[in-house]
Structures are given as structure tokens and as C-alpha cells.
């Protein structure tokens, strides 16, 4: 089991179940009385990871992963799902952040290219072809874990080394690195 995120309602979790055959989607209420079980919300032959809830907690994006190992980005509201971008699975899987306002969904794809694509809601859900702000240099983390509510910072933390400092660089939508710290 995978528990990724809480809806900013503070009304559900949501977290992924997979094994290398399957995977399932689903959210748990926080609210109510008796006993809360979990609700499936979606459920496949590929793997699924990593739920996350858009600012408003009507969607939820994900990723999938096939048996070739190639991983797909999923946004779907709790009735449909639709394709993001398609990429293929390396060492981990990237992290999809969304703008705060919703209307856009950041991910890193393999090559570390971090990526954008414009999100509507209205009146269906659909989304812009991903594009490309900017490319990380090789030597520069490999994830970004934060977004500015803007969406004109990210936020790269190196991977772990222990107990030693570390340093956290924030770099502007061009990629520049804007502080280090």
C-alpha cells in the first residue's frame, strides 16, 4: 500500500495498492461515523502509484506502469480517467505536482526535463500537450518536490547522503537556479 496524500478538504486520503501483476486506486473518508473502509476508485492489470489530489480534490492524477515498464500520467475525476503523457520507467517514478490554482500539473520525466502542461476543468477535463520549461543539468537532483504557488519556482532537494547537510536549490521557470541554501 502506497498512502500519497490527503484532499485539502481534509475529507479523504488516497492511496495506491500494487503488485507486479495489478494495481488498484482508492480513497479513504475521514469523515462519518462507523467504521470507514476504503472506497475503489479504479483498479487495473498495470501498476498504479503515487495518487495525488488537485488543489480543489476533484482529481486525482497518478501514475501507471506496464509490464514493459513504461509509465504513463494519469489525471481522472472520480468517474473517468485521462492520459497526460506517456514515459518510460527508470529508477523512480516522478513526482506530479500541481499548481495551486489547479490549472497546471508539473512532473520530471526521464530524461530530466521537467515538464508542464496546462490543466481546464471546464467544461470537461483536458489538458494542453506537455511542454518542456526547462531541462535539469545531469549534475543538479533529480526530482523536484515543490512548486511555487505561482508556478515560477521549484524546488530541487539532492538525493539523500545521510546526516550530513545537504543543499536545497530553487530554480525559476527557465531553470536557473534562483538560491541555494
Do not use: C
Amino acid at each position: 500500500m502506497n498512502l500519497t496524500d490527503r484532499s485539502s478538504d481534509r475529507r479523504f486520503l488516497t492511496f495506491a495498492i500494487s503488485d507486479l501483476s495489478r494495481g488498484r486506486l482508492d480513497t479513504l473518508p475521514l469523515e462519518g461515523s462507523g467504521e470507514r473502509r476504503p472506497v475503489e476508485i479504479f483498479h487495473s492489470d498495470m501498476r498504479i502509484f503515487d495518487p495525488k489530489f488537485s488543489p480543489d480534490s476533484r482529481f486525482l492524477s497518478y501514475l501507471m506502469i506496464d509490464k514493459a515498464n513504461k509509465m504513463e500520467v494519469f489525471v481522472r475525476p472520480l468517474i473517468r480517467r485521462r492520459l497526460v503523457d506517456r514515459g518510460r520507467f527508470l529508477q523512480a517514478a516522478p513526482a506530479r505536482i500541481w499548481r495551486r490554482d489547479g490549472k497546471e500539473l508539473y512532473y520530471v520525466a526521464p530524461d530530466q526535463a521537467v515538464m508542464v502542461a496546462d490543466v481546464r476543468t471546464s467544461p470537461t477535463l483536458s489538458f494542453t500537450t506537455p511542454r518542456v520549461p526547462f531541462r535539469q543539468d545531469a549534475k543538479l537532483p533529480d526530482r523536484v518536490s515543490y512548486v511555487s504557488a505561482d508556478g515560477e519556482r521549484f524546488l530541487a532537494p539532492p538525493p539523500a547522503r545521510g546526516p550530513q547537510l545537504q543543499q536545497l536549490t530553487i530554480f525559476d521557470r527557465q531553470g536557473a537556479p534562483m538560491q541555494s541554501g
